[in-house]
């Protein structure tokens, strides 16, 4: 894991590099949408210790508001393309399967203040998986999540910390055998920005 872990931190130190600055808001100014982009990794396990499968993701995140956020609550699209390493437990010594595909959903943005938010996401998107799990087929499949998370600010350059804690189920709606589907609980971190 030592390997994923120096691609995590390069990945972040370019993001870092290539976020470009914004003009400074005001605490009264709001945008017309809250909308974000930015970079996210983190570990994922199976719930079940007979289920081998752990997830290192690199993904990115983008979100945009569906209207005005004056409120202290408002709604959001999001979408995640994500490319992530997996260890199972038919994957070869010293090598690393892969997952791929992207999530789409809504979020329920909370605005404690202007530096804090909080959220709760719900989304699902197609995925492909390589490695060998005896309760799921590789192939094709289904990615359903459901997160909480938050945004801190990190500067006047509206760059904020997002942390996020997901359940996620993959499976392939019984397209192909087997098809047990695999649960998994998952920390992620990275970096974005207000837009």
């Given at each position: 894991m030592k390997r994923c872990q120096i691609i995590a931190l390069a990945i972040l130190l370019i993001f870092c590099f290539e976020v470009k600055a914004q003009k400074d808001n005001n605490d009264t100014e709001y945008p017309k949408r809250f909308k974000t982009i930015?970079?996210?990794?983190?570990?994922?396990?199976?719930?079940?210790?007979?289920?081998?499968?752990?997830?290192?993701?690199l993904m990115a995140d983008y979100s945009k508001?569906?209207?005005?956020?004056?409120?202290?609550?408002?709604?959001?699209w999001y979408v995640?393309?994500?490319?992530?390493?997996?260890?199972?437990?038919?994957?070869k010594s010293g090598s690393f399967d892969?997952?791929?595909?992207?999530?789409?959903?809504?979020?329920?943005?909370?605005?404690?203040?202007?530096?804090?938010?909080?959220?709760?996401?719900?989304?699902?998107?197609?995925h492909y998986i390589s490695a060998e799990v005896v309760r799921q087929a590789s192939g094709f499949i289904f990615s359903d999540n459901l997160a909480v998370g938050t945004f801190l600010r990190l500067s006047k350059k509206n760059l904020f910390l997002n942390i996020q804690y997901v359940q996620r189920h993959i499976s392939n709606a019984n397209l192909k055998a087997p098809n047990?589907?695999?649960?998994?609980?998952?920390?992620v971190i990275g970096l974005s920005q207000l837009k």
């Open positions: 930015g970079g996210l990794v983190g570990l994922g396990n199976s719930f079940s210790p007979s289920t081998d499968y752990r997830v290192f993701y508001s569906f209207s005005n956020p004056r409120k202290k609550d408002f709604l959001a995640e393309p994500q490319f992530n390493l997996v260890k199972a437990g038919s994957t892969y997952e791929y595909g992207v999530n789409l959903g809504i979020r329920n943005y909370i605005k404690i203040n202007e530096g804090f938010y909080l959220y709760q996401m719900l989304g699902s998107g197609p047990g589907g695999i649960n998994f609980y998952n920390v």
